[in-house]
């Protein structure tokens, strides 16, 4: 018969799928760490290596004096610098490069008042002759 070795062949199938699928869950790297930092998949933490891969839910414990970077696939890094205990989210947005809007309004404000201030507009006259006007 090959029933027992179809059951195996789709046993080890399920097995080695399973081992790709929680590979593939990971989120983001540990970049980097200073001091003593713990990982913790869903139990007891256990010490974790520079360039482990997590998965969104694993949790860091970090001790007074650690730190820890995490990297993402997309760039993004997160730092934890504080003791205590982080869940790895599962998304870190990026912050845009370059001046946010208020940064931009403040600029254009401030340029318009030294444009205002170079072409005469200071409102401090010390000439107290009449205006030259006919």
Do not use: W
């Not at 081992?19 to 983001?28: G, H, M, S, Y």
């Not at 010490?47 to 891969?53: D, K, L, N, P």
């Not at 008042?113 to 507009?121: D, R, S």
């Amino acid at each position: 018969m090959k029933t027992p070795s179809l059951i195996a062949f789709a046993a080890a199938t399920a097995f080695f799928s399973s081992a790709v699928l929680a590979e593939d869950a990971t989120v983001a790297a540990l970049a980097a760490q200073t001091g003593n930092v713990t990982l913790s998949t869903s139990g007891e933490f256990a010490s974790v290596a520079t360039g482990q891969r997590l998965q969104a839910g694993n949790r860091l414990m970090l001790t007074e004096g650690s730190s820890a970077s995490l990297a993402y696939d997309n760039g993004c890094m997160i730092n934890f610098d504080k003791p205590g205990v982080y869940t790895v989210p599962e998304e870190c947005k990026p912050v845009a490069g370059g001046p946010s809007n208020g940064a931009i309004i403040g600029g254009v404000v401030a340029g318009a008042a030294l444009i205002g201030l170079a072409v005469g507009g200071g409102g401090d006259d010390d000439d107290d002759s009449p205006p030259v006007s006919r």
